[in-house]
């Protein structure tokens, strides 16, 4: 798992579009080829232990300074094991290299977190940076959500915004306490997906994903959940000092 640079020619990319407003062949084949080049290498796979039980989430790197890489992850995947002594992170980079990682700040209200890992010597990796949007991205705007669902790497879905609205979640999510409009997106995503990034076109991020709806029969993904930028903006800014 380690090392392997041409792990990320093989990511699994699920070009999907689900949207029923549009007939007619869209040609999403230069999106894919940014995403495989660039962005998918500001993907990270984050896992947490605490008290013995392993958590799995998704990242995303927005920021480098001094030798350490900054990602973006939602504060259930990583913030309860970074406050701990009792708890682990570690990030895993598009490559499948580990680093050990520490919490910066975490938020219930935005169900936001930051974790930062350093510059590893001797690891075949190109982490890229990417930028975070300064405005809400407009309804109908075309998507790619990046993530590890179930664990995997280097997994991307495509999408659209569909509206912003305030999503009531059900079952365990004591890590969130949301209760703004939030993107709702249809890009498809799963358990492992949280924390992982919305991006446009541009390759900015837009979202960051936190909850996905699915059918109570069937389990079948009905559409995500992803705090917007303006809202990551406003944690980021909270930070004392730069990042």
Not at 156 to 178: C, Q
């Amino acid at each position: 798992m380690k090392k392997k640079i041409a792990s990320v020619l093989a990511a699994l990319i699920l070009a999907l579009s689900l949207s029923a407003c549009n007939v007619g062949y869209i040609d999403n084949t230069a999106f894919v080829n940014d995403i495989t080049e660039q962005a998918i290498k500001a993907a990270v796979k984050i896992v947490a232990e605490l008290r013995g039980t392993t958590y799995i989430g998704s990242g995303a790197v927005y920021a480098y300074e001094q030798g350490r890489y900054y990602a973006l992850t939602n504060n259930h995947v990583a913030g309860e094991a970074g406050q701990s002594v009792l708890g682990q992170l570690i990030v895993f980079d598009c490559y499948g290299n580990p680093y050990e990682a520490r919490l910066e700040k975490a938020s219930l209200e935005n169900d936001l977190a930051i974790v930062s890992f350093a510059e590893q010597e001797g690891y075949l990796a190109a982490i890229e940076v990417l930028e975070i949007a300064k405005t809400d991205e407009k309804v109908g705007t075309e998507i790619a959500a990046i993530g590890s669902p179930e664990g995997q790497f280097n997994t991307v879905t495509l999408g659209r915004i569909l509206r912003y609205d305030k999503a009531e979640l059900t079952g365990d999510h004591s890590g969130s306490e949301i209760e703004y409009p939030v993107i709702c997106h249809s890009a498809v995503i799963r358990g492992g997906s949280s924390g992982g990034m919305l991006i446009n076109k541009d390759l900015q991020i837009v979202g960051i994903n936190y909850a996905g709806g699915t059918l109570e029969e069937t389990g079948e993904f009905v559409e995500g959940y992803a705090v917007p930028a303006e809202k990551i903006t406003d944690f980021l800014n909270e930070q004392q000092g730069e990042v």
